[in-house]
């Protein structure tokens, strides 16, 4: 079995978020798809370990806001790598409760979606809610972040706990002057730097200021590994 097929498939990258009670949280996924028209009903794949999880298995509702391609990296990472059990990922994002009461994130949001659970099914380490639309709106015109934009040009990594994490991948490419975030899996490149963190191309990694923190989860610098 090879099982760099499932690298085959094509997917995107969302938060989906809910409640329970007062407090709200959300978190990356890159399985959301609509099941059928009549009616309008779609579905999440969510690890069963996530707060997320427990949320919308509390209030049977859940929203989905379909990230831009120009998002940044460390708002993915807020999403994607922290937990709401440690931070408030909300803090500082501007979002607004929707009719089923799920947050729905407004930045870096090109459009949402809002469903009350039908149905589940228990797979393993995640579950598939399954949801009848409630309420969609679009937020901005842009083009959604697909998965693979995320990973080949944003070169964003993938935590384990995420349904399409497979654990061999990349390692054959590395070599010896790269550094790996502990926290989060990303590869510090030399060769491409870090633009947006303002690392020019070609900075050793040695040679980058002390402060610099990770692109994708905010790790600090000595959280990196020598590869
Ligand atoms: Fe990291």
Redesign the pocket.
């Known amino acids: 079995m090879d099982t760099k097929a499932l690298h085959a498939l094509s997917y995107g990258l969302y938060i989906v978020s809910s409640f329970k009670g007062d407090k709200i949280n959300g978190q990356i996924i890159n399985t959301a798809t609509q099941i059928c028209a009549e009616p309008t009903v779609i579905g999440v794949i969510v690890n069963r370990n996530n707060l997320t999880h427990e949320y919308i298995t509390s209030s049977q509702a859940f929203a989905v806001s379909i990230l831009a391609q120009e998002t940044p990296l460390k708002f993915i990472?807020t999403f994607g790598?922290k937990s709401g059990r440690e931070i408030d990922k909300f803090a500082g994002v501007n979002y607004r409760r929707g009719v089923t009461q799920s947050p729905i994130v407004l930045d870096n949001t090109v459009a949402f979606l809002e469903a009350k659970v039908i149905s589940h099914l228990d797979v393993h380490t995640h579950t598939i809610f399954v949801g009848l639309l409630t309420d969609a709106g679009i937020i901005k015109e842009a083009e959604p972040l697909t998965y693979a934009y995320y990973q080949q040009v944003k070169r964003g990594t993938t935590p384990k706990s995420a349904s399409s994490y497979i654990a061999d991948n990349k390692e054959e490419k590395i070599k010896m002057d790269k550094y790996q975030?502990s926290?989060?899996?990303?590869i510090y490149d030399p060769e491409k730097g870090d633009p947006d963190g303002g690392i020019k191309p070609g900075t050793k990694f040695e040679d980058i200021p002390a402060d610099w923190t990770?692109p994708?989860?905010?790790?600090s610098k000595d959280q990196f590994n020598k590869l």
Request: neutral net charge; proline residues 0%.
């Open positions: 990472g790598f975030c926290v989060c899996g990303y990770c994708v989860c905010g790790a």
